[in-house]
């Protein structure tokens, strides 16, 4: 199974509006991170190429070793998948950056 983790800011001592993620702060980090674009919909392909989804949303893709790896803004947070070993250190600085904490889920 593919762990999933969640980067937010709920759990900190801060007041409200700040510990919402804005759109807004996710497109001017990953602005300045190299081999990240923005999209408004991220479309899988199922293996074969038969089948594809695609999932309207806010998604900071990151191409890594010939993989697109989506980082997704939802409802104030980032979620990404931890399925490529590389993600986990990409999380770190991003949450970092963003004074962020990082959970499963």
Known sequence: ???????????????EPEKTITLDEC???????????????Y???G??????MSIDGDFFLWRHDGAQI??????GDLYVSGAHE????KMIEVASAL?????EG
């Open 86 to 89: 590389a993600v986990v250190p």
């Open 70 to 75: 989506p980082f997704r803004h939802y409802r």
């Open 27 to 41: 497109r001017a980090l990953f602005a300045q991170l190299p081999d990240f674009d923005y999209a408004s919909v």
């Open 99 to 103: 004074r962020a904490d990082i959970e």
């Open 43 to 45: 479309t899988v392909k």
């Open 1 to 15: 199974m593919v762990q999933r983790y969640r980067i937010t800011r709920e759990h900190q001592d801060i007041g």
């Open 47 to 52: 293996s074969g190429g038969a089948t594809t």
